[in-house]
C-alpha cells in the first residue's frame, strides 16, 4: 500500500509548460559527447532556481548531481534518477521552430526530453519534500551516445557514494511507443554490443602456385564458417546471441594470393556469461583454425556497452505505478532489444530499472526513428514519464521494493 496518496496530476499539469520551454530550449543547442558546457550551464541555472541542494558540477567534464532531501520521517534510502544530456552529429530536418542552432548536432534521441522531464520531477519533489524520507539523487549524464559514455566516468568519479545510493531508476523516450504508454522488462532487455577484428596472416604468392603460400583467403573463410558453430552448438538454446561477420577482406588481383586477410564482426549477446563463452570460442576458434592451415589469426576484441539487467523488483515497483499511471493495458511488458545503454554500469552496481516512456509522433503515418535526422518526440507523453518517475521514487524511498 503506497505511503504516497495525493494526486499529483495539477501540479504536473502546471509544471509541464516549463517542462516543455526547457526541452525546447535545450534542443536549439545540441552538445556531442562530453563537452556539454551550455547545456550543463542550463542545467545548473534551473537546478540554483529549483532550489535543490548540495549540486555538484564537473564530475565527467560536464556530468552533474543533486539532492532533493525528504521530510518525512522515515528510512533514510537514497535513490538516484539519471538523465542523459548529449545529442548526436546529425543535420537536423525536422521541421519544428525550435530546431537545432548547430549545424551538424541535433537531438536526434530524444535526450533534450530526459533532462527536461529530470528537471520537470525536481520541481515536482521540491514541492512535496514532507510526503518522503530519505533522499533523491539528481544525475544529470554527459556522453551516452559514445562509448566508453559517460556513465562509466561518473562512476569512477563516486556519484554513487556521498550520499550512497541504494537504487538507480533511468527512462528513455521512445518513438515507437504510442503516448500514455510505459514499456519495462525484468532482467535482460538489451544486448552486450561488442566488435571483433581478426587479422589472417598468411603467406602471399603467386596464385598460380598456391603450394608455396599459405593462402590466408581460404583460413578466414574456414574461421567464418567456424564461428557460425558458436551460436549453433556452443549456446543454450534457449539463450540467444549474434554472431555476424560483416567484413571479410583480402587481395587485390586475381593471379596473387594476398599475405593478409582481415574480418570485422559484430557481436551481440545478453547475459555475462554468454558474453565470456562467446568472447572465449571466438578466439580459441579463430587462432586453432589458422594455426590448423598454418597462418596464425590475432584477435582484437572490443566489448561495447554492457546489457541492461534490470532488477526483477526494481522493475515490479514501475510496473505497478505505470498501471496506476497510465492504466493497466498501457503497462508493458516488453521483448528485449538488441541496442546498446550505458545506464547498464549504473545497474552493474545498485539495483534498478531503465524503462521506456512513450513519445511516438506520427507524420502522415511516419514516425520516425531514434537518430534520424527528422526524429521528432511528442511532448504530451512526458507528463506520463514525469508522473511515473516520480512516483517510483517517493514509493522506492518510503516503501522500498
Ligand atoms: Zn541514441
Ligand atoms: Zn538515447
Redesign the pocket.
Known amino acids: 500500500m503506497s505511503t504516497v496518496t495525493d494526486n499529483l496530476q495539477s501540479d504536473i499539469d502546471e509544471i509541464m509548460p516549463g517542462v516543455i520551454a526547457d526541452r525546447r530550449y535545450l534542443h536549439t543547442i545540441p552538445e556531442i559527447g562530453m563537452e556539454l558546457h551550455d547545456t550543463a550551464a542550463y542545467v545548473l541555472e534551473r537546478l540554483k532556481a529549483i532550489g535543490v541542494e548540495d549540486i555538484k558540477t564537473g564530475i565527467a567534464v560536464t556530468g552533474m548531481t543533486a539532492l532533493v532531501k525528504g521530510t518525512k520521517p522515515g528510512p533514510d534510502r537514497v535513490v538516484m534518477l539519471r538523465a542523459d544530456m548529449d545529442a548526436?552529429p546529425i543535420l537536423e530536418e525536422t521541421p519544428v521552430e525550435f530546431i537545432s542552432t548547430r549545424p551538424g548536432a541535433m537531438h536526434?534521441?530524444g535526450?533534450d526530453a530526459h533532462t527536461a522531464m529530470l528537471l520537470g520531477i525536481a520541481r515536482l519533489l521540491m514541492d512535496r519534500r514532507d510526503q518522503f524520507s530519505g533522499t533523491v539523487k539528481l544525475l544529470f549524464q554527459p556522453c551516452?551516445?559514445i562509448p566508453p559514455g559517460g556513465a562509466k566516468f561518473m562512476i569512477e568519479e563516486g556519484v554513487l557514494e556521498h550520499p550512497h545510493v541504494d537504487a538507480v531508476f533511468g527512462m528513455h523516450v521512445s518513438s515507437d511507443t504510442p503516448v500514455g504508454e510505459i514499456r519495462f522488462r525484468p532482467g535482460a532487455s538489451s544486448a552486450n554490443s561488442d566488435r571483433v577484428l581478426i587479422t589472417v596472416q598468411g603467406k602471399g604468392g603467386h596464385g598460380a602456385m598456391p603450394h608455396e603460400s599459405i593462402d590466408p583467403v581460404i583460413t578466414a573463410a574456414h574461421i567464418a564458417i567456424a564461428l557460425q558453430t558458436i551460436v549453433a552448438r556452443n549456446l543454450d538454446p534457449v539463450d540467444s546471441a549474434v554472431i555476424t561477420v560483416g567484413k571479410l577482406a583480402a587481395g587485390e588481383a586475381n593471379n596473387v594470393i594476398p599475405d593478409t586477410a582481415e574480418m570485422k564482426l559484430t557481436v551481440r549477446t545478453f547475459l555475462p556469461e554468454t558474453r565470456a563463452m562467446v568472447k572465449e570460442r571466438i578466439h580459441t576458434l579463430a587462432t586453432s583454425v589458422a594455426a590448423a592451415f598454418g597462418a596464425t589469426a590475432n584477435v582484437e576484441y572490443s566489448e561495447g556497452y554492457p546489457s541492461v539487467i534490470n532488477d526483477v523488483a526494481c522493475t515490479a515497483l514501475v510496473e505497478a505505478v505505470a498501471q496506476e499511471v497510465c492504466g493497466p493495458e498501457h503497462a508493458v511488458q516488453e521483448k528485449a532489444q538488441m541496442g546498446g545503454e550505458d545506464f547498464s554500469y549504473f545497474l552493474q552496481q545498485r539495483p534498478g530499472a531503465f524503462f521506456y516512456v512513450g513519445t511516438r509522433r506520427e507524420e502522415n503515418g511516419i514516425a520516425w526513428g531514434?537518430?534520424h535526422p527528422r526524429f521528432d518526440v511528442n511532448e504530451d507523453g512526458l507528463a506520463y514519464g514525469i508522473e511515473t518517475m516520480s512516483r517510483v521514487a517517493m514509493r522506492y524511498l518510503n516503501d522500498g521494493v
Request: glycine content about 0%; proline content about 0%.
Open positions: 548526436l536526434a534521441c535526450h551516452e551516445e531514434h537518430h
